[in-house]
């Protein structure tokens, strides 16, 4: 009986040793699929950046290049230019204005906010953040400033006019 359980353990060590290189093999094999996959990741991201939704944002003389977010909310908002809003401050970290009229929206809550951000709270309030910080509210995401280091600088403590133009 002992020699039959030994055999028994004999065999099924070999079965599961066998099985753990089967298993070895088959990342190898996931790992040429996801190679592949991230050059046509990077592909797809080169495309979008061609075909990226950008517009100037102006404050007190000082012209932005925006980066506008791929989603309906950015469209919808490109459809509405150009505009001059008058922003007021809020937290000591944002500007923000509240649209006369709704524009779609696809919430997410952040982890963090950045420097540059252009989100929309709720449907109808335009927020540009010039400081980074965490944050639990839910946004739209409409894009970001790009080389927006001097952002705080520029937008100063008070109300200030913001031109959006294409």
Do not use: W
Request: hydrophobic residues 35%; glycine residues 6%.
């Amino acid at each position: 009986m002992k020699k039959i359980i030994l055999m028994l353990m004999l065999m099924l060590a070999g079965c599961a040793i066998h099985q753990k290189e089967e298993a070895e093999k088959k990342p190898m094999e996931n790992e040429e699929n996801v190679t592949e996959n991230t050059t046509e990741d990077e592909k797809e991201i080169h495309d979008m950046e061609e075909k990226e939704l950008k517009l100037q944002l102006t404050v007190n003389g000082k012209t932005y290049e925006v980066s506008m977010a791929d989603n309906e909310s950015s469209k919808a908002l490109m459809e509405r230019l150009p505009m001059t809003l008058h922003m007021s401050p809020l937290n000591g970290n944002e500007k923000y204005y509240y649209l006369d009229e709704s524009l779609p929206t696809e919430p997410f809550v952040p982890s963090s906010i950045h420097t540059g951000d252009l989100m929309l709270f709720g449907s109808d309030c335009i927020v540009l953040f010039y400081d980074d910080f965490t944050t639990s509210y839910s946004y739209t995401p409409l894009g970001h400033l790009k080389d927006a280091g001097d952002l705080a600088e520029v937008v100063g403590s008070g109300s200030v006019e913001v031109n959006f133009e294409r």
